[in-house]
Nanobody, 116 residues
């Protein structure tokens, strides 16, 4: 496992945007899967967006067209751009990577609150 460092959460009004970052201390070229999850109060953790083998992306239906997962290989960082945020997007967001040799690692989580 490796220590992932998340940032970018905060308080935003409905309709606003945030960009979450997940920095890895290793090259992400050997990462098989990069995923963002979220967990709202009283609910189970759910998969929000994922990128497999640096190419295929997938999103939960509720964020399609509003969220985008991307990667900066030079910075070893995975991003989640979140546009047109809705109150139901309030949750703690976690990044997860699956490395070819080091297995699965989680970020510490970052709080996103969507409220007027």
């Amino acid at each position: 496992q490796v220590q992932l460092v998340e940032s970018g959460g905060g308080l935003v009004q409905p309709g606003g945007f945030l960009r979450l970052s997940c920095a890895a201390p290793i090259s992400i070229l050997d990462i098989l899967r990069m995923t963002w999850y979220r967990q709202a109060p009283g609910k189970q953790r759910e998969l929000v967006a994922g990128k497999i083998n640096g190419a295929t992306t997938h999103y939960v239906d509720s964020v399609k067209g509003r969220f985008t997962i991307s990667v900066d290989n030079a910075k070893n960082t995975v991003y989640l751009q979140m546009n047109n945020l809705k109150p139901e997007g309030t949750a703690i967001y976690y990044c997860n990577i699956v490395h070819e040799f080091l297995g699965s690692s989680w970020g510490q989580g970052t709080q996103v609150t969507v409220s007027s």
